[in-house]
């Protein structure tokens, strides 16, 4: 699956859920969409969650 298909998708589920949830409905699947990434990426190898949770603590 393509880059294209994949943002259709998420345009599509993302248009659904404004026309369900309204607003509110419409900013959750935004969070939580953008949540699913971070995680995808990091699983993938892309970001590093690990190294950046550790660096917070320093100062």
């Known amino acids: ?9 998420v345009g599509l589920l993302l248009a659904l859920a404004a026309v369900a949830g309204g607003l509110a409905g419409f900013l959750l699947a935004v969070v939580l969409g953008a949540a699913g990434l971070v ?5 993938d190898g892309t970001i590093d969650l690990g190294a950046l949770l550790r660096s917070r603590g320093r100062g």
């Open 1 to 9: 699956m393509n880059n294209a298909v994949v943002g259709l998708f």
């Open 39 to 43: 995680l995808g990426l990091n699983r």
